[in-house]
């Protein structure tokens, strides 16, 4: 069993997300995505290694994880194995080589990780009222602009 059916696996067993097959010019790119919000929260593909800035024109499996924390993605680039994220944004997601260079309980807690970052952020669609600040009523409203009230 490859890592990459095993990253299919993990998928479909914990989060019970079917792997979606999106584009016919790619048929082997599959996307994992949220049911509530269909957002995704993973895409694996299999592209030459030279995209990523490696040597070599071999194919490699490659997922596609959105992590929240820069910091975090900051750490995991100086790491073998993960790289800026391939035809995302590379300030929200990251790509991780599935050739055995990262652990699979690693890249199972980063898909974990993904998975709470895409998610609804209020479950059930019920929001939070918004905290009055004690500055809150410190600005009025005048007929052009707003301008800050003046305490003396």
Same mark, same amino acid.
């Given at each position: 069993?490859?890592?990459?059916?095993?990253? #299919?696996?993990? *998928? +479909?067993?914990?989060? +019970?997300?079917?792997?979606?097959?999106?584009?016919? /010019?790619?048929?082997?790119?599959?996307? #994992?995505?949220?049911?509530?919000? +269909?957002?995704?929260?993973?895409?694996?593909?299999?592209?030459?290694?030279?995209?990523?800035?490696?040597?070599? $024109?071999?194919?490699?499996? *490659?997922? $596609?994880?959105?992590?929240?924390?820069?910091?975090?993605?900051?750490?995991?680039?100086?790491?073998?194995? #993960?790289?800026?994220?391939?035809?995302?944004?590379?300030?929200?997601?990251?790509?991780?080589?599935? $050739?055995?260079?990262?652990? #699979?309980?690693?890249?199972?807690?980063?898909?974990?990780?993904?998975?709470?970052?895409?998610?609804?952020?209020?479950?059930?669609?019920?929001?939070?009222? /918004?905290?009055?600040?004690?500055?809150?009523?410190?600005?009025?409203?005048? /007929?052009?602009?707003? /301008?800050?009230?003046?305490?003396?």
């Amino acid at each position: 069993m490859t890592l990459r059916d095993k990253v #299919f696996d993990y *998928v +479909q067993t914990k989060y +019970q997300s079917e792997i979606e097959y999106l584009w016919m /010019r790619y048929p082997s790119y599959g996307a #994992f995505r949220h049911k509530d919000n +269909q957002k995704w929260y993973g895409l694996v593909m299999d592209i030459p290694r030279s995209k990523l800035g490696l040597s070599g $024109d071999e194919i490699v499996d *490659v997922l $596609d994880i959105k992590l929240g924390d820069l910091f975090l993605m900051d750490l995991l680039l100086k790491r073998d194995g #993960f790289f800026p994220g391939y035809h995302m944004s590379h300030s929200h997601w990251i790509s991780v080589i599935l $050739d055995g260079t990262v652990e #699979f309980e690693e890249i199972c807690s980063l898909i974990d990780r993904s998975y709470m970052v895409t998610g609804n952020r209020y479950p059930c669609g019920i929001r939070t009222p /918004r905290r009055r600040t004690p500055w809150s009523n410190t600005w009025r409203r005048s /007929r052009t602009k707003l /301008r800050p009230t003046i305490f003396l």
